[in-house]
């Protein structure tokens, strides 16, 4: 479908978010409309003969396209600067069909090893099935990306900021690096969000998201998105197998998704600051051993963090003295953050990395990666701050007691 007439490439994002790709119908709706369909039908037998041949341009049944997806895809794709988006069922799906869409046995991958825990699974356990050879790198370590990355590859897989430990990949080196090789370069910029980092613009080839997280922002549905401007991996590998296998988003949870894309922005921007208030005042308080967060002077790749993303994101992750007991005791005595493994949300969630998201990886797997025992990951909702902080600060108080 193409965009209504008015929708403007130069809208700034916020405008982008609101207005990108509304199509109305002929009821003049100002909200858009869920169109709840699986098919479609034809005035002649004609028509349906010319829209299956690719004569024609329309919507021919829900696995294929549906305009509420539409909106959303053409609405995101606005805000990213991508020619092509995809929505799909999940962020997972997402990953899947970026990865297995392109990829055939004999070719090779190689992925950042600080990935969510079904990212993992997919390179490690599930494209070595059908005999896709899958190397892991450490990410912030350009050697060896330079060693992986010396002999001929299809695709490689990464995540900055990274989940749990929030480790920034510089993109445009890894970029630079992966098309000598031969292979696209996939971006998971969930933790980053289409409104702090863009990588297309810095060298990848394809950005997915689970829009799960930021992009509702409000917990309620699954849902992704595969972005590109590259036309052949989109004609040739990614419509044939999102056409063929049904990865598709519903209407419903993509009208969802257009609705809390709207608030995107405003939202990211509350989350950071309040984000970047609470890095501070937990770099400060008894303790704490260690705090990662990507807009504070101490993270490890602060210069790189300042350089390819906006702000320092809505995640803050640290790290107890007392370890396990220590963190639990932290993690049930807090009366506003939730303990749940979702994030981006309005609500505040924190989790123990080493017994939820990546309880699967081995612990010797856990240390390499940095993920102690003792580390916490919070998603910095839009509560008042000041309600936060003193939350978090009766938490602390009370786990040493
Ligand atoms: C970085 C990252 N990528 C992908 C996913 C998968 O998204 P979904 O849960 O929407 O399938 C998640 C979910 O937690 C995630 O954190």
Redesign the pocket.
């Known amino acids: 479908m193409t965009r209504i007439k008015d929708t403007n490439e130069n809208w700034r994002a916020a405008t982008q978010l609101v207005r990108g790709g509304t199509q109305r119908s002929g009821f003049d709706e100002t909200s858009e409309a869920i169109f709840m369909t699986s098919g479609y039908v034809y005035d002649t037998a004609e028509d349906a003969e010319q829209a299956f041949k690719g004569e024609k341009e329309r919507y021919i049944y829900g696995r294929y396209g549906n305009p509420t997806v539409t909106m959303f895809e053409e609405r995101l794709g606005l805000l990213e600067g991508a020619k092509h988006c995809v929505a799909t069922a ?4 997402a ?1 899947f069909a970026a990865l297995a869409s392109q990829v055939k046995a004999g070719d090779r991958v190689v992925a950042s090893r600080a990935l ?1 825990g ?2 993992h699974y997919i390179v490690d356990e599930l494209l070595p099935k059908y005999g896709v050879h899958t190397n892991f790198v450490d990410g912030t370590d350009l050697i060896q990306w330079e060693r992986a990355l010396s002999e001929p590859t299809a695709a490689v897989f990464l ?1 900055t900021p990274s ?1 749990p430990t929030l480790e920034i990949i510089d993109l445009e080196r890894v970029a630079e690096m992966a098309h000598v090789a031969g292979a696209r370069l996939i971006v ?1 910029n ?2 980053a969000t289409p409104i702090l980092q863009h990588p297309l613009e810095l060298g990848a080839d394809i950005v997915m998201y ?4 930021h992009i509702d922002g409000q917990g309620r549905t ?3 998105a595969i972005l590109t401007n590259d036309d052949e991996f989109i004609d040739d590998h990614l419509t044939p197998f999102m056409r063929h296998t049904g990865p598709a988003v519903s209407p419903m949870n993509a009208w969802v998704l257009l609705k809390g894309i709207e608030t995107l922005k405003i939202r990211v921007d509350r989350h950071c600051r309040s984000a970047g208030i609470i890095a501070e005042f937990l770099a400060d308080h008894d303790g704490i051993s260690r705090v990662l967060y990507p807009g504070l002077e101490n993270h490890p790749q602060y210069d790189l963090a300042q350089k390819q993303m906006a702000e320092g994101g809505t995640m803050v992750t640290f790290e107890v003295t007392g370890g396990k007991a220590e963190a639990f005791r932290f993690l049930n005595a807090l009366n506003i953050v939730d303990i749940s ?3 981006g949300d309005a609500k505040s969630l924190t989790t123990h990395p080493a017994t939820t ?1 990546h309880q699967r990886l081995s612990e010797e797997d856990r240390a390499h990666l940095g993920i102690t025992d003792g580390m916490i990951r919070l998603s910095v909702g839009l509560e008042d701050c000041e309600d936060l902080l003193e939350d978090l600060d009766q938490a602390l108080k009370a786990m040493t007691h």
């Open positions: 999940s962020g997972m799906a990953v969510f079904s990212c995540e989940n998971d969930v933790f689970s829009a799960t997280k699954l849902g992704g493994n979702n994030l998201t």
